[in-house]
């Protein structure tokens, strides 16, 4: 892996940008990976659970797969891998058919394999197929939908779990990411969990437990987990022969996959979210770093179905690009890989000790309220910036109309049954319309209205080179300049 240049002899001016070749000292990264591990956190332990998988497994399998991402892209593009809300909903299907957990993995790793296989074509075939394809109106919304798709997890979720706790939180990130100078204001989402952890700590000494949804009351931090769980230890292996659907008591660890044609055609779908998805990651990142990762959107993509097949080899959940650490960048503005490098050591050492995951994960809802509202809104807002840069004109029909239905059903969660078996919904719909939408759109759109549409898009013929199909939007980057 590639020795990271020291930025500024380790000096972070305020407004300065720390590009992904680059490093702060080993103790300001430090606390910038620990921020990412904070950030994706949460959701690499939610979303095994509610696949059925072990959250231990997963956050170990994360590390893994982000230091072979990073390798594979050659340190350019900075991005954590982890458990994805997509596949939760390919998992409910295989249980309600019969699956069990290896079926589950079986059918994710077929998705891991496609992804693959499509991301080789991109990296020998080039990127001009996948500009076509997702163009900056289609990539700005698939990341407006996706960030803002999680909106209900917090609405629904942890913001309820402690009110004015998460609105608590919510300030002080606003407050410690603008007011602050500095490093400080650098891990600003870092500090105010910690700060949401001791407050919460604080109201139960001193107000008592806090009221739940349904009716009941429970100390805002519990640790009752922490206290029973071992320092060093490993998932266990899975004995598929006394696995229940649903029930409380099963142990799911490490397992092999298992393969089955009817669970394989439910999941393959998600691949499609999952190219757009990941296209998005890579545009979002390009946007914030200023730099050209076309030529790597192949290996990025191919990478990602890798350390898929890896990781649902072991038993695993897939991992794919996390949006959430999209957040975490733009509000730091620090892009330094060497951060990530960290964040996936770290998620490595907490997959050998319990004790440390069962502190993260008993984590305030409150806490975490406060901080998703932040970072999801942050994600939602990154499509409106790769819409503002690439001049995305919404006067015109072909833009407005269908991008403003996927963007509805992403973020509705608005599904549609294709029988008893199989259901799109959410990010995958929203996807699915939201590309073939847009294509439908131009197909059938007058001749002018299609050039109105082209005006300031940026097409792109080989790596590095640009061009835009008008006169005026070449005037206008000569003005920007």
């Not at 407004?15 to 990976?33: D, M, N, Q």
């Not at 659970?49 to 982000?66: E, F, I, K």
Request: glycine share 12%; hydrophobic share 50%.
């Amino acid at each position: 892996m590639a020795i990271w240049k020291l930025h500024n002899n380790g000096k972070l001016l305020p407004g300065a940008v720390v590009r992904p070749e680059e490093r702060l000292g080993w103790g300001k990264t430090i606390g910038l990976g620990a921020q990412h591990v904070v950030a994706m956190f949460g959701a690499t332990f939610v979303f095994p659970l509610l696949m059925g998988l072990n959250p231990q497994l997963a956050v170990m399998m994360s590390g893994v797969a982000t230091l072979i991402f990073l390798l594979v892209v050659k340190n350019r593009v900075p991005s954590y891998l982890g458990s994805s809300a997509s596949f939760v909903g390919v998992a409910t299907l295989v249980y309600q058919g019969g699956g069990n957990p290896a079926h589950v993995s079986g059918s994710l790793f077929a998705v891991g394999l496609t992804l693959f296989i499509v991301g080789l074509i991109i990296h020998f075939a080039g990127s001009r197929p996948i500009h076509r394809l997702l163009p900056p109106a289609v990539t700005g919304a698939v990341v407006m939908l996706i960030g803002f798709n999680l909106a209900p997890v917090v609405a629904a979720t942890y913001w309820p779990q402690d009110q004015w706790v998460a609105f608590t939180v919510m300030i002080v990130v606003t407050l410690l990411s603008v007011g602050a100078r500095g490093f400080i204001g650098r891990i600003a989402i870092f500090l105010s969990l910690i700060f949401g952890y001791l407050l919460s700590w604080i109201l139960d000494v001193i107000a008592g437990p806090v009221a739940s949804q349904d009716g009941t009351s429970h100390l805002r931090v519990d640790w009752t987990q922490v206290q029973q769980a071992d320092w060093i230890g490993l998932p266990p292996v899975t004995d598929l022969a006394n696995w229940t659907y649903g029930a409380t008591d099963n142990v799911v660890g490490l397992h092999m996959p298992q393969f089955s044609i009817e669970f394989i055609l439910i999941a393959l779908p998600v691949v499609i979210a999952l190219i757009a998805e990941n296209t998005g990651h890579i545009k979002a990142v390009a946007e914030m770093t200023g730099e050209d990762l076309d030529d790597v959107m192949g290996r990025a993509i191919a990478a990602d179905g890798l350390t898929s097949m890896l990781a649902t080899t072991a038993g695993a959940g897939p991992t794919t690009t996390y949006s959430e650490n999209i957040g975490v960048m733009a509000a730091t503005r620090v892009y330094s890989t060497a951060a990530y490098v960290v964040a996936a050591i770290v998620a490595i050492l907490f997959g050998f000790s319990p004790k440390f995951g069962a502190v993260i994960s008993a984590t305030p809802g409150g806490v975490l309220g406060g901080i998703c509202v932040v970072l999801y809104g942050m994600i939602g807002l990154l499509g409106a910036k790769i819409w503002k840069e690439n001049r995305v004109d919404f006067g015109n029909p072909i833009n407005l109309v269908p991008l403003s239905a996927g963007i509805i059903i992403g973020v509705g969660n608005v599904s549609l049954n294709f029988g008893e078996h199989f259901t799109l919904g959410g990010i995958a719909l929203g996807t699915i319309v939201t590309v073939i939408g847009y294509h439908l759109a131009r197909a059938i759109a007058p001749l002018e209205m299609i050039r109105q549409a082209d005006g300031a898009a940026i097409i792109v013929d080989a790596p590095g080179a640009y061009k835009t199909s008008s006169v005026k939007a070449v005037s206008q980057q000569k003005n920007d300049k």
